[in-house]
């Protein structure tokens, strides 16, 4: 590896995907002991692989379909300070297994590390300002917790735990509350996310007769999927005024009920189309996009700045300045900057289609929208991402004055240090989709299985899976389908 | 021997730097009477559901309906223990605190429980098993219950308060005591618990 390389770090999560960029500063001639602090800053980094390049296994065996190898590459991961990410992980592929109950219990623990993280220790703050960000307890963040409740929310569901369910929808609800007065106040990233988790769990809610929750969770998400829309296109999932005016009529809200069909005069009808929807489909695809880390590595050279030094060298060489350029520089330390940016993940799967028995396709709408939630979040998180590093870079700088002031071998030993710590923190939750999609359907009683096809740009099946299903007369069931491709 | 500040700084900056590797302190498990009240997270925990079932046995048993059943019929009522709706935003096992009312109300010997609706299936299961299987001397019959003649039942509601590392909980357990043949409620009991929960920012 070339030291002087401005380019992605060993972090890099996506190497099948993109190519580095690799500037070199040319003519540098630096002696070979200075090499070797380089040398061994690297040799001290091989052995430390992050959490996330311990998944790209695990990701790989889940692109290549198998399920049981990608469990089996998890399991060979510890978690270590990167718990709540274990917890994660743990959740998420315990339910591609069918073992909701293990998923819930990981997805409860991850819930309550959470919390505990949010009291920030002192000393892991003082240590990560010396070494790097991937030093702290991975604390996760707002856009990974809140799909907790809707990994849930679906676990329960499967285990038949339908009042466990309804807590957990409760339990996000209030989480993410939603202030009907205060929603021009709303970012993108939030509009978007509480937008989809109203409509989720105002359909529960509603299924399950709880129609006093149901009105206010399904008032919200429609209120919300419109502002969406007005503000950056957010499509209105195509059943949800239906559902929305289904949910006030139960409640008996007359006012809500002629406010929403005056505009909408079709509405009556749809809600009784929508009474013979009884199931309900999530499709996932695609990844969310990762975090690689961008490493900038320069030399710093020696400068002789004070004037007797000047006086001396004007002396010796008068006015040729090229001549003192040629001189072969001293170098003074390496200094090495790291910090992430997010790319995304290549998705081949551009739509979805749901076959009936009757040959009916179905075509899936956007639900949530993973990609532009995680960009959201991760701007979010950048200010304080950039301004870390900064002080780290500052942080370090003085540790590495004091031990060159001390003495030259404990200079070359902090820098050693400080080359091999400096690592972005590149850990995210990486097996979540790029997006979910959703579609409503009314299936025949007696019908077993449904066809789910995923799409590339061309209309080409990139994957096709046959889905089963128990549909009732009355009721809907929650079915969720995920394509790696 | 004499340490310049420059060294000083730096060997205390190598110990923080240890530090930092050492955070992971060792799990120890010792065991606690069951009557000690610990809270951890907040949440709800064996206080809550001890509080609420110490509340609602001290009430349902001194309340009018016992005495008055009693006078009209010259003999303890028979309760069934139906469902607890839970309604809050926390996954509580409503069992744990119904176990107790139910234990309370045996052990009192003024009212008779009959087994619940999940309970009965597998008795029933047993005493089908006997019609086939059992000596005619220790076959159970068949529809010879007891039939109950009130029902417990009830909800817990819960609502929240937080900002900024601090969180108020508030539950309220209502639980209802409907005669089974007018749906009279013959007893209601509640119990409110409000907790306060503040956590710290920061830790060394």
């Not at chain 2, 992971?24 to 949440?43: E, F």
């Not at chain 2, 601090?166 to 009991?189: A, P, R, S």
């Amino acid at each position: 590896m070339n030291p002087y390389r401005v380019g992605r770090s060993r972090d890099y999560v996506g190497a099948r995907h993109a190519s580095p960029l690799q500037p070199k500063i040319q003519n540098s001639k630096l002696p070979l002991k200075h090499l070797a602090v380089i040398g061994l800053a690297f040799l001290f980094l091989e052995g430390c692989a992050t959490f996330s390049q311990n998944m790209v296994p695990v990701r790989d065996s889940l692109i290549a379909g198998d399920i049981p190898k990608a469990v089996a590459d998890f399991k060979k991961i510890s978690a270590g300070k990167d718990d709540l990410l274990h917890m994660l992980q743990q959740g998420y592929l315990s339910q591609l297994s069918g073992d909701w109950l293990d998923s819930n219990n990981a997805f409860d623990a991850a819930e309550k590390r959470y919390e505990e993280l949010y009291t920030v220790s002192i000393s892991n703050e003082v240590f990560s300002l010396l070494t790097s960000d991937n030093s702290r307890p991975y604390r996760s963040n707002e856009q990974e917790m809140a799909l907790i409740p809707y990994y849930r929310i679906f676990n329960y569901l499967q285990l038949g735990k339908a009042d466990d369910a309804m807590v957990e929808a409760r339990k996000a609800n209030d989480k993410h509350k939603v202030d009907l007065t205060q929603t021009e106040k709303m970012g993108e990233r939030d509009i978007r996310f509480k937008a989809f988790l109203n409509y989720y769990t105002g359909l529960l809610f509603a299924s399950r007769g709880e129609n006093n929750d149901a009105i206010v969770s399904l008032r919200t998400a429609f209120k919300l999927y419109r502002l969406g829309n007005t503000k950056f296109s957010l499509p209105v999932p195509r059943w949800l005024p239906a559902d929305y005016y289904d949910a006030a009529i139960q409640v008996g809200l007359k006012d809500e009920v002629r406010r929403l069909s005056d505009p909408y005069p079709e509405i009556a009808a749809m809600a009784s189309k929508n009474h013979h929807n009884n199931v309900i489909l999530f499709l996932e695809s695609g990844f969310v996009p990762y975090r690689e880390g961008i490493d900038i590595f320069l030399p710093i050279l020696k400068t002789d700045d004070d004037k007797e030094a000047a006086k001396t060298y004007y002396k010796k060489y008068g006015g040729d300045i090229y001549a003192y350029q040629a001189r072969p520089p001293k170098l003074d330390q390496f200094l090495r900057i790291s910090y992430p940016k997010l790319t995304m993940f290549p998705s081949a799967v551009a739509s979805m289609k749901v076959v009936l028995p009757n040959g009916e396709s179905l075509s899936t709408e956007r639900g949530l929208n993973l990609g532009i939630e995680t960009d959201l979040q991760f701007k979010q998180d950048s200010g304080d991402i950039l301004l870390r590093t900064f002080i780290r870079t500052l942080a370090k700088q003085g540790t590495l004055k004091s031990a060159q002031d001390s003495s030259k071998g404990l200079g070359d030993l902090m820098n050693i240090f400080n080359v091999a710590t400096e690592q972005a923190d590149t850990r995210s939750w990486l097996l979540l989709p790029e997006r979910i999609d959703l579609v409503k359907a009314s299936v025949p009683a007696g019908t077993a299985s449904l066809t789910v096809k995923f799409l590339d740009a061309d209309g080409n099946v990139v994957e096709e899976k046959q889905v089963p299903v128990n549909p009732q007369a009355h009721g809907l069931q929650w079915i969720t389908v995920r394509c790696f491709k | 021997m004499i340490l310049s500040t420059k060294s000083r700084m730096v060997a205390l900056l190598a110990v923080l730097s240890l530090a930092g590797f050492w955070g992971c302190a060792s799990r120890t498990v010792s065991r606690i009477d069951p009557g000690t009240q610990v809270d951890l997270s907040g949440d709800w925990n064996d206080t809550d559901a001890k509080l609420v079932s110490e509340e609602m046995i001290n009430d349902c048993l001194k309340a009018p309906w016992l005495l008055r059943y009693s006078k009209k019929t010259g003999k303890s009522p028979t309760v069934i223990a139906g469902s607890i709706i839970n309604k809050s935003m926390e996954h509580i096992a409503t069992d744990v605190f119904l176990m107790d009312i139910e234990r309370a109300m045996i052990n009192s010997g003024s009212v008779e429980v009959v087994a619940s609706n999940v309970e009965r299936g597998e008795v029933r299961n047993e005493k089908a098993d006997q019609q086939v299987n059992a000596s005619p001397e220790t076959l159970k019959k068949m529809g010879m219950e007891q039939g109950a003649d009130y029902m417990l039942i009830g909800q817990i509601n819960q609502i929240n308060d937080a900002e900024e590392g601090k969180q108020l909980k508030y539950y309220q357990t209502d639980l209802t005591l409907v005669n089974i043949e007018t749906n009279v409620k013959t007893w209601v009991g509640q119990k409110k618990i409000k907790k306060y929960i503040g956590q710290g920012k920061f830790q060394p």
